[in-house]
């Protein structure tokens, strides 16, 4: 090979080299990715029971109350685009098991692995115990956020199964919220819990440890009632799913552009691409590198007979 053409290639090839940088930094790609054109000034606080009372059969006919709990919250995330979204779970104790997040797909992952608490866990229920948690999360989103309107979604049965604890009410966070809404689960006649975290009938349920008979969940209407008083929301009785759109509606969310609605990842990305060859040119130059550094090595090592 020429000195001439030798040169020329080595030239080609960085200049390659830098504009392969560039090519990466402006991340090529075909496509649209999906995105939330719009945010919401709305951050929703759902405040859900993990109790096994929420594993009565007595939802939309016998499903477990939980299973309808969980397609609302679904179903509510779906109808609030680009809203915040946080969740508190309380049975034994009560803590956040989902701060405040945009990310729609982390919310759904939370509903989704949220599990009851099991038969014999637990020191009883009170739908009043996430008070202080509630309200301590409520105070630290107004001091980060002001700006944002928070709301708060109770989702429960509302059965009180102890008087161990101190009295709360949700009065105390009246004026820290703009709206919300108490979801209400199962019935009063009472349902059966089933035994397995599965929430599969054929393992059995859950017994009275008084009587050794099963163990009935009785639903207290009464008692979220007084919640959606004391929160100043309404009280929604949920037997079956569907139905949402007019809670979504109640909190009157307002939108404004997003900051990526004009700009739009590239749904399919080909950085990897200029990345590979990036590679391929990097290895050919610490190729020739090395070469040359072996040459010279080569030039100037001494010859046999040679007198330093």
């Given at each position: 090979?020429?000195?001439?053409?030798?040169?020329?290639?080595?030239?080609?090839?960085?200049i390659g080299i830098v504009l392969l940088f560039v090519v990466i930094l402006l991340r090529p790609g075909f496509g649209r990715a999906e995105v939330p054109a719009q945010l919401s000034d709305i951050d929703v606080v759902i405040v859900i029971d993990r109790t096994r009372s929420m594993a009565a059969l007595?939802?939309?006919?016998?499903?477990?109350?939980?299973?309808?709990?969980?397609?609302?919250?679904?179903?509510?995330?779906?109808?609030?685009?680009?809203?915040?979204?946080?969740?508190?779970?309380?049975?034994?104790?009560?803590?956040?098991?989902?701060?405040?997040?945009?990310?729609?797909?982390?919310?759904?992952?939370?509903?989704?692995?949220?599990?009851?608490?099991?038969?014999?866990?637990?020191?009883?229920?009170?739908?009043?115990?996430?008070?202080?948690?509630?309200?301590?999360?409520?105070?630290?989103?107004?001091?980060?956020?002001?700006?944002?309107?928070?709301?708060?979604?109770?989702?429960?049965?509302?059965?009180?199964?102890?008087?161990?604890?101190?009295?709360?009410?949700?009065?105390?966070?009246?004026?820290?919220?703009?709206?919300?809404?108490?979801?209400?689960?199962?019935?009063?006649?009472?349902?059966?819990?089933?035994?397995?975290?599965?929430?599969?009938?054929?393992?059995?349920?859950?017994?009275?440890?008084?009587?050794?008979?099963?163990?009935?969940?009785?639903?207290?209407?009464?008692?979220?009632?007084?919640?959606?008083?004391?929160?100043?929301?309404?009280?929604?009785?949920?037997?079956?799913?569907?139905?949402?759109?007019?809670?979504?509606?109640?909190?009157?969310?307002?939108?404004?552009?997003?900051?990526?609605?004009?700009?739009?990842?590239?749904?399919?990305?080909?950085?990897?691409?200029?990345?590979?060859?990036?590679?391929?040119?990097?290895?050919?130059?610490?190729?020739?590198?090395?070469?040359?550094?072996?040459?010279?090595?080569?030039?100037?090592?001494?010859?046999?007979?040679?007198?330093?």
């Amino acid at each position: 090979m020429s000195p001439t053409l030798s040169t020329a290639l080595v030239l080609a090839r960085r200049i390659g080299i830098v504009l392969l940088f560039v090519v990466i930094l402006l991340r090529p790609g075909f496509g649209r990715a999906e995105v939330p054109a719009q945010l919401s000034d709305i951050d929703v606080v759902i405040v859900i029971d993990r109790t096994r009372s929420m594993a009565a059969l007595d939802h939309d006919g016998k499903q477990p109350r939980i299973t309808g709990a969980k397609a609302d919250l679904v179903a509510l995330a779906e109808t609030l685009p680009g809203a915040r979204f946080g969740m508190l779970a309380f049975g034994t104790d009560a803590r956040v098991v989902l701060p405040l997040t945009s990310d729609s797909a982390a919310f759904g992952a939370a509903v989704e692995t949220l599990y009851l608490e099991r038969p014999k866990d637990g020191i009883g229920s009170r739908s009043d115990r996430p008070v202080p948690e509630l309200t301590d999360l409520l105070e630290r989103a107004a001091e980060k956020a002001p700006q944002r309107r928070r709301i708060v979604v109770y989702v429960g049965d509302g059965e009180d199964t102890t008087d161990e604890g101190d009295d709360q009410t949700y009065a105390d966070v009246d004026e820290l919220i703009a709206g919300g809404v108490v979801l209400g689960y199962g019935g009063t006649e009472g349902a059966p819990m089933p035994q397995d975290d599965d929430l599969d009938e054929s393992l059995g349920f859950v017994q009275d440890p008084e009587t050794g008979d099963t163990a009935q969940s009785h639903a207290d209407l009464d008692n979220l009632r007084q919640i959606a008083d004391e929160l100043g929301v309404p009280f929604e009785h949920r037997t079956r799913p569907g139905g949402l759109d007019g809670v979504a509606a109640s909190f009157e969310s307002s939108y404004a552009d997003g900051t990526g609605a004009g700009a739009r990842p590239a749904k399919h990305d080909l950085t990897w691409l200029a990345g590979v060859l990036l590679l391929t040119l990097l290895l050919f130059e610490l190729h020739a590198g090395w070469r040359a550094v072996w040459a010279s090595r080569h030039v100037l090592a001494p010859r046999k007979g040679t007198v330093r």
